[in-house]
């Protein structure tokens, strides 16, 4: 092409150097896909299109695109931001329109990878989709799925409901309840799938190693009792005590404010009208007074507060009588006991599950003694090292491994704020950058997993950190035969975002598979700042590798548990259109928050398709009066 003909062409010179750029890249995506023959070669004939599109997209991603996607949009020319599902088809369409800009012509050579099309990148996720959650009779509609509560083995009604209000997969945790109330409630979907002609799935989760701290010691038992105030501090209500003997003790009839067990020699001359006095565990009087009487024990009022423990003395006096008996309160079941810590505090995390214990103080409060937790997984000591982060009940509390010894780790709490907070049993531990070698399966799951082989569509993986991970569920199921379940490797772990591309190639081995985006876990692995990223580079990848996503955790759980949802879930339930299936957890209002969150789904499914927006017509803009006079 002549000079003068560069020079009557606007941006020419730019034209060139982002074809050249472009064609460089386009050269690496295909030579490095050549060098991962071997692993397309290991996929099921149903993904090998798929793992095909995935590769090239981590070609492409290992470039840094912003420039060029600048110099590409001012072109009037596609950015490659919506290049996921058809990767090679996006590059090659812009090539093609670059070269005839540049007035040249393209040839590139038939022997390489074929290139799959705008269109079929979409269709074969829809057809996956359909494959591991079922078919839908609304195209492109997000699945709903929802985790039965304990309830749903005894009520049939709770999964009918559900089932009729739109879910569409059947979520049944395998850390809860047992094979026989898992088979009360499939049994139950299945009578209701014919009842309303509907299908669903049934998704089994295995619980996983989930790391938790130990058991405390008991807490005081010490019982407060008070009575209901208003904002005047006036009381409104007494509260109510149940009197009940203390060697054969019942359950009081209604709801109690506390149940004090005594002698029931004792017990059996109260009277209604009747008044005991005691002295409570801080030296307060205090006084009962009864109001009724049952064969099988009494109730008391009490307006004033008060602190009751073990051994207190109570004194019942008969109006215009001397006569006084005393009665002592018996044993109470102990609190729930907890660790109070904050900035700057040392906590021993010990290899064993020995009763932990808090702090113990000197008179004038410095610690003698760091309180002290163990762990529910003693194998985490062999990976931690000294500097690592460490985090507890679901990222509130933040500590610094210190030290590790043989039997146990000395951890720094380092928080960025003031506040005192309470560490209890049975909590979260995470180890973000500790390469923690724990399998992803543990011998509850193996044995969980004959069940799961027999009665479910769906398994789901926790917590899966490798590849190897994913193989060794697979060798699990060819173990068990029977039918293929389709696998939901769960991502919530640094370890397994990380190895996310290589996790994904090797579940396609597999005809059916799918992720889950466990966000509870992975934000405090990743880190919460990072979540929003995380979570996208989720989407993209597994979009380029046509694997449905399930968008997971505390999606609408302040509508689930109390009935009434907050502004931020409202949006975070409409950002779960990007993926292919929402995850409800259980709760009082799950009913409510399944036909809510229906609502919001196909509201927007008119507006978003992935990370596209959907130009419907809108009709805020015919309200708009036509021209700019009024």
């Not at 399998?439 to 950190?465: C, G, R, W, Y």
């Not at 597994?542 to 996503?549: D, K, R, S, Y």
């Amino acid at each position: 092409m002549s000079n003068e003909t560069n020079d009557a062409c606007p941006g020419n010179a730019d034209i060139d150097g982002v074809l050249t750029e472009l064609a460089l890249i386009r050269t690496n995506i295909v030579s490095e896909l050549a060098m991962s023959q071997k692993r397309l070669d290991e996929v099921h004939a149903n993904n090998r299109e798929s793992a095909r599109n995935l590769l090239h997209y981590i070609a492409l991603r290992r470039h840094d695109l912003r420039s060029l996607q600048s110099r590409l949009a001012k072109l009037g020319l596609s950015s490659l931001g919506r290049a996921e599902s058809h990767v090679l088809a996006t590059v090659d369409a812009v090539l093609g329109v670059l070269h005839c800009m540049d007035q040249r012509d393209w040839h590139h050579s038939s022997e390489e990878v074929p290139v799959m099309d705008f269109f079929h990148g979409e269709r074969l996720l829809a057809e996956h989709t359909d494959a591991l959650f079922g078919p839908s009779t609304t195209p492109g509609k997000v699945r709903i799925m929802v985790t039965m509560p304990s309830e749903a083995a005894d009520d049939y009604l709770i999964v009918h409901n559900l089932l009729q209000q739109g879910m569409d997969c059947m979520r049944i945790n395998c850390a809860h309840d047992n094979a026989d109330s898992w088979a009360r409630m499939i049994e139950h979907l299945k009578r209701a799938e014919l009842s309303l002609g509907r299908s669903c799935r049934v998704v089994m989760d295995l619980a996983g190693p989930k790391l938790r701290t130990g058991p405390l010691e008991p807490g005081p038992m010490v019982l407060r009792i008070f009575p209901t105030r208003d904002v005047y501090g006036h009381v409104t209500a007494p509260a109510s005590i149940w009197l009940t003997p203390e060697h054969f003790p019942q359950l009081p009839p209604a709801p109690a404010s506390a149940c004090l067990p005594v002698p029931s020699t004792w017990l059996d001359n109260l009277g209604i009208g009747e008044c005991v006095t005691f002295t409570d565990a801080r030296d307060a009087k205090r006084v009962l007074k009864v109001v009724e009487v049952t064969e099988y024990g009494c109730w008391a009022e009490a307006t004033e507060t008060a602190y009751i423990v073990p051994g207190i003395i109570l004194t019942r006096e008969r109006t215009g009588s001397f006569n006084k008996r005393e009665g002592r309160v018996g044993a109470l079941l102990p609190n729930e006991n907890f660790i109070y810590l904050q900035d700057g505090d040392l906590l021993i995390v010990t290899r064993d599950l020995k009763l932990g214990c808090p702090a113990i103080y000197d008179k004038d409060g410095k610690i003698l003694t760091p309180a002290v937790i163990g762990c529910t997984i003693a194998e985490v000591f062999d990976d931690v090292k000294a500097g690592e982060s460490i985090w507890f009940d679901d990222g509130k509390i933040r500590g610094i491994i210190e030290k590790v010894e043989n039997a146990r780790v000395l951890v720094r709490i380092t928080q960025d704020h003031l506040k005192v907070l309470k560490l209890r049993t049975d909590k979260g531990i995470n180890l973000p950058e500790s390469n923690l070698r724990l399998p992803a399966m543990t011998a509850k799951d193996i044995e969980d997993l004959s069940f799961i082989a027999q009665h479910a569509d769906i398994v789901e993986l926790s917590f899966v950190n490798s590849a190897q991970d994913v193989e060794s569920l697979q060798q699990c199921l060819d173990n068990f035969g029977g039918h293929q379940l389709a696998i939901v490797l769960k991502i919530e772990t640094r370890q397994g975002f990380e190895n996310l591309p290589d996790i994904l190639l090797t579940a396609m081995r597999a005809p059916c598979c799918g992720v889950m985006i466990a966000r509870g876990d992975l934000a405090v692995e990743c880190g919460f700042e990072r979540m929003a990223e995380v979570q996208e580079e989720i989407l993209w990848f597994c979009e380029a590798a046509h694997v449905p996503v399930i968008w997971a955790t505390q999606v609408l759980e302040t509508l689930a548990q109390k009935g009434l949802p907050s502004r931020a879930e409202i949006t975070d339930a409409a950002m779960g259109r990007r993926a292919e299936c929402v995850m409800l957890n259980k709760g009082p209002y799950v009913l409510s928050a399944l036909q809510l969150l229906d609502n919001i789904l196909r509201r927007m499914q008119a507006h978003h398709a992935k990370k596209s927006s959907m130009l419907r017509e809108l009709h805020l803009a015919q309200l708009f009066p036509d021209g700019f006079d009024r």
